[in-house]
């Protein structure tokens, strides 16, 4: 299997690579018991790369955290208030810890996508509701659960464990009528 790995971005499935535009994060569900057997993944992305994947998705987070702790008059992630709500790119240079955490509990989604995006696949678009042939039906890695991540050598490592599978999102509201029905 011959495949191209953006931006210096690698994952290995079992010890083997795998391609970055077939890789994808359980949306339901995550980090619970899954029916499908389980296989180890690592997944090494740059530092310098994690801004510009997570750029947009980060900066919206760190700007709800900071309007919902102005509303509230508390935090729900306090480090971060403490911290004073820096950019990823500051997270990187002084709250790895932190930013670990974020990643693993509200951005591993994100930067799943985001990875896939910068592998060159779009998802097609439904033309009308129960559309099959927009399912987005590639076999993907999964990734069910992270359990570790961790910085070495300017590259920030996702180790865990996830499923190949075939994802498909069946749009199942609305009501398709058949000719002579």
């Not at 998705?57 to 760190?62: G, L, Q, R, T």
């Not at 790119?89 to 951005?107: K, Q, V």
């Not at 070495?152 to 075939?166: H, P, W």
Request: charged content about 20%; hydrophobic content about 40%; proline content about 6%.
């Amino acid at each position: 299997m011959t495949f191209k790995q953006k931006f210096g971005i690698r994952c290995d499935v079992n010890g083997r690579p795998h391609p970055l535009a077939f890789l994808d994060c359980r949306e339901l569900n995550y980090g619970q018991h899954s029916v499908l057997p389980l296989h180890p993944f690592r997944l090494s992305v740059p530092e310098t790369a994690l801004a510009g994947l997570l750029d947009g998705p980060f900066n919206s987070f760190i700007q709800t955290c900071r309007e919902d702790d102005l509303r509230y008059e508390e935090s729900d992630l306090p480090q971060l208030m403490q911290a004073g709500y820096p950019d990823i790119t500051a997270m990187l240079a002084g709250h790895r810890p932190l930013l670990a955490e974020m990643l693993d509990d509200f951005m591993i989604g994100d930067l799943m996508g985001a990875i896939g995006r910068a592998s060159g696949y779009c998802r097609p678009r439904a033309r009308y509701w129960g559309d099959v042939e927009a399912a987005d039906g590639r076999a993907y890695f999964t990734v069910n659960q992270v359990e570790k991540i961790h910085f070495a050598d300017g590259q920030v490592l996702f180790e865990g464990q996830g499923y190949y599978g075939v994802y498909l999102i069946w749009l199942t509201h609305g009501k398709r009528t058949e000719i002579g029905a």
